[in-house]
């Protein structure tokens, strides 16, 4: 049904949109290439007609003006010939009036005896005579000079004329130019429109036949849709009946959900009881275990004794002096590694202790010995190793040792750590350290900030029979590193471990 609504809507969509193409005949078709350069063409002659106007009226103003100065041209022409005409007269009578003197003179000079009356008469007159003769001459030059004035504007009036005429024709080429290109813009604008006109009718009639072409195609779909629907119809009707049938399922699923939770959490608590239940049953296995290891250390400790003694030789050195009596001062028995021989003032004297290390022993071979009693530390026993010996013996070397080859402080603080390490993800140790020092009978605190302070050793109030020593100064350390920052070790003659244990939260044996 959705898919027959949207194809109804498209194809009255598509008859609208045929519609509007017919309606419109000569709009602009919009989005059509051409319309762009048409505007552009129309806004072109829209300007050259307003040119072509302008033109115009300044050929209309020029001719004005030709007119005006063709007016006086004739002016000055009429006055040209006025003037042409007084000066003609103005010789005429001159040249009268000298021919007329010339005759005088003639008739006065045929006449002898009043000639030296005529000639004083002559004289007299001459002289007047030649003055008007001289003003007219003068009248005459400047009538000349007026007439040349006029004929020079003449000339400059003729040479504006002809600039004149000169602009006026360009100005026509001009026009007719503007004209010509307006008729071709005109001409090229028409024929771009018939083009266009053409462009439109074919567009319009293409998305006639493509319109037709969906039309039909809608037609068909329509009808395959209908067909479809039709036959949809018995299944809408089963799935219907199922969507109603998982609808009561849904209505009783949260009783379902609520029955089976119930059910699951019972399990979970059984299940949480079991694993409580056998937590409890390893715990009390593990402190069986436990009391087990104690009872072995202790049985180890009786088999090999509470307190050991073990000698280490270590190699003659210059000091002791050079020769077979120095070298031959301590000897082992090859077959017995508890037995060393001494020569005391020249007789042989033997001991007997728990184990002798020639000088040949290595700082490892002397750790193996003592590496069982550090694990026990950690299990919960109390451990104490000492050396004891004359200055140069070589306890420190055997304690401390050097950075290349290190002795049992070190070793054992690594193998600490390192067992720690390796039961981290099933146990939580802290260590502490402490160093106290008990020189010339009185206990001091290395690690306190008053180092003279004298402290006392108390046995514990619990009756465990522990010794104790109040008010020494502890430090939670992490790592062997954390140590030797701590306390420089060899100055120490005393160090303490303190390791408490817990197994999931419950601390089980604290020393
Ligand atoms: P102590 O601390 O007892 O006074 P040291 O440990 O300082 O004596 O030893 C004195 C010297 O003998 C040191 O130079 C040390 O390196 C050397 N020495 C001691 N024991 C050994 C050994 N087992 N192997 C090599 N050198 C040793
Ligand atoms: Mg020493």
Redesign the pocket.
């Known amino acids: 049904m959705v898919e027959n609504e949207r194809l109804r809507q498209e194809m009255r969509r598509c008859e609208a949109e045929l519609q509007d193409l017919r309606a419109t005949p000569a709009a602009p078709c919009p989005g059509c290439e051409h319309s762009q350069e048409s505007a552009q063409l129309r806004d072109k002659l829209s300007q050259l007609q307003l040119e072509v106007a302008e033109n115009k009226g300044m050929l209309s103003e020029l001719n004005l003006e030709v007119q005006q100065k063709t007016d006086r041209l004739a002016e000055v022409e009429l006055r040209l010939k006025d003037c042409l005409a007084e000066k003609a007269q103005e010789e005429e009578r001159l040249s009268r009036r000298l021919r007329d003197s010339h005759e005088t003179i003639a008739s006065l000079r045929a006449q002898s005896p009043p000639v030296k009356y005529v000639i004083k008469t002559i004289e007299v007159e001459s002289p007047k005579t030649k003055q008007a003769l001289s003003e007219s001459q003068a009248r005459n030059q400047h009538l000349q000079e007026q007439v040349a004035m006029q004929r020079q504007v003449l000339k400059e009036m003729e040479q504006q004329l002809q600039s004149s005429h000169q602009l006026t024709m360009q100005l026509r080429a001009q026009i007719a130019m503007y004209e010509s290109e307006l008729e071709r813009a005109h001409g090229q604008m028409l024929e771009e429109m018939q083009s266009l006109e053409e462009d439109k009718n074919r567009a319009i009639e293409e998305a006639f036949a493509r319109a037709q072409v969906e039309m039909k195609a809608v037609h068909e779909n329509l009808a395959g849709v209908r067909t479809n629907l039709l036959t949809l119809q018995p299944a809408l009707r089963t799935l219907t009946n199922d969507y109603n049938g998982l609808k009561r399922q849904v209505r009783s699923f949260p009783l379902l959900l609520q029955e089976a939770l119930r059910g699951v959490k019972a399990e979970i608590g059984q299940a949480i009881e079991e694993v409580n239940s056998n937590n409890q049953e390893l715990l009390r296995k593990y402190r069986r275990e436990l009391q087990l290891r104690k009872k072995c250390h202790n049985e180890l400790v009786r088999l090999k004794g509470n307190i050991r003694v073990i000698a ?4 003659v ?1 210059k000091e002791d002096g050079e020769g077979p009596e120095a070298a031959n001062a301590v000897t082992f028995d090859p077959d017995d590694d508890s037995i060393v021989h001494l020569l005391h003032k020249g007789k042989p004297v033997s001991f007997e202790l728990d184990k002798v ?1 020639s ?1 040949r ?1 290595s ?1 490892q071979d002397v750790f193996q010995e003592v590496q069982a009693l550090i694990t026990s530390c950690i299990d919960g026993f109390n451990v104490c190793i000492f ?1 004891y ?12 040792g ?1 950075h290349e080859n290190p002795g049992i402080n070190q070793r054992a603080l690594q193998l600490l750590f390192s067992e720690v390490q390796e039961k981290a993800s099933d146990w939580e140790y802290t260590i502490t350290v402490s160093a106290a020092e008990i020189y010339n009978e009185v206990l001091r605190d290395l690690l306190g900030k008053e180092p003279q302070e004298k402290l006392e050793i108390r046995l514990c109030p619990d009756g465990s029979g522990q010794l104790y020593v109040p008010g020494l100064t502890e430090f939670q350390v992490q790592s062997v590193d954390d140590i030797n920052k701590t306390c420089p070790l060899p100055r120490v003659t005393f160090l303490l471990f303190t390791v408490t244990v817990h197994f999931q939260g419950a601390c089980l044996c604290p020393r």
């Open positions: 280490r030789v270590r190699p050195t290390f000088p022993a700082q050396a010996g004359q200055t140069g013996a070589g306890k420190t070397y055997t304690m401390e050097t």
